[in-house]
């Protein structure tokens, strides 16, 4: 298995540019969720998935838009970037059973820098 | 609401001594608790959990964490600490539900090993 796979590893964007962070798990797991890392700051939530068509929002929605068309994919877009948006981000994947004591696996990251 | 307190941004220990990685926790019910490490550059790695029974939870590389819910901490332990040990630790907690819960994360504990 790979696990789960993130592209690119890095991007610089311009502000006002749009892209989108891929986000990919082979492990049939329904929940999937996007981070943002910054120092000091730990891990915050941007979005989240219980499985394919469901979304919901996370602790730091603003400026990003998911969506969940199928169970392995879960792409995060930026659709005007701004310098306040230069972090980086994690997906996470995990399986979904009752009560919810089913660690999360991580992928490698995206560095994102916007000037 | 669920939050984590890791209330040490840095701890500094010699290799061969214990260390101990603090962490608080707050939610409404009971908890699932987690701790996960990250290397540079590198995304977040599981190494352990308490879902439920004894309160030491033994997990990956040697560490332990002991569940105390009177004092609602989730403390990480080693008793010899090596300079490999040296990296990012993260505590999470999500409330006991029907699994869907999104994981929330403390800020960080940078953990130093001095050969």
Partial sequence: ?115 | AQSVAQPEDQVNVAEGNPLTVKCTYSVSGNPYLFWYVQYPNRGLQFLLKYITGDNLVKGSYGFEAEFNKSQTSFHLKKPSALVSDSALYFCAVRVRSSGNTPLVFGKGTRLSVIA
Avoid at chain 1, 16 to 38: F, I, P
Avoid at chain 1, 84 to 95: G, I, K, N, R, W
């Fill in chain 1, 1 to 115: 298995n790979a696990g789960v796979t993130q592209t690119p590893k890095f991007q610089v964007l311009k502000t006002g540019q749009s892209m989108t962070l891929q986000c990919a798990q082979d492990m049939n797991h329904e929940y999937m969720s996007w981070y943002r890392q910054d120092p000091g700051m730990g891990l915050r939530l941007i979005h989240y998935s219980v499985g394919a068509g469901i979304t919901d929002q996370g602790e730091v929605p603003n400026g990003y838009n998911v969506s969940r068309s199928t169970t392995e994919d879960f792409p995060l877009r930026l659709l005007s970037a701004a310098p306040s948006q230069t972090s980086v981000y994690f997906c996470a994947s995990s399986l979904i059973r009752a009560g919810g004591g089913n660690e999360q696996f991580f992928g490698p990251g995206t560095r994102l820098t916007v000037l």
